[in-house]
């Protein structure tokens, strides 16, 4: 999904910064990310960068003590702490990230799982051009 939208951020032409920020993650993931910045970089006029984030999360994991301890929340603390370090790169841009969100249902129980990448332009312009046509149906 992630794929899709910075393919479709680059095809925009609109500046734009795609990063790959591994968390602990197996290398077939990794692969999977360093190829899709490849194909990026070579395919548009995109910025690239790879910020590994595994100490962060790790010290963050060790920090709480077991009484916190929960697999699904540490799995949340992962996506959050990439948000983190989006929202960090984009405003040192002047830009916006621009994400998925997929909405799913278990049981009872409904979420939104995000992924991002970053794109920056005029943020003011873009950002009242989606909101007048948010109003327009």
Known sequence: DSA????LCAKTKIPTIAVGMPINSNARNTELSNKQLSFLKKNFDVVTNEIDLSLIYNS???????????ELGFANSKSRIRMLTLYQIATSHGGIVVGI???????????????????TKDVHE???HCQQRHMEG
């Open 126 to 128: 873009k950002r009242n």
């Open 60 to 70: 963050f994991e060790k920090s709480m003590s077991k009484e916190f301890y929960s």
């Open 101 to 119: 969100v997929k909405e799913y249902h278990k049981g009872n129980q409904s979420g939104l799982i995000d992924g991002y990448i970053i794109s």
């Open 4 to 7: 899709v939208v910075s393919t």
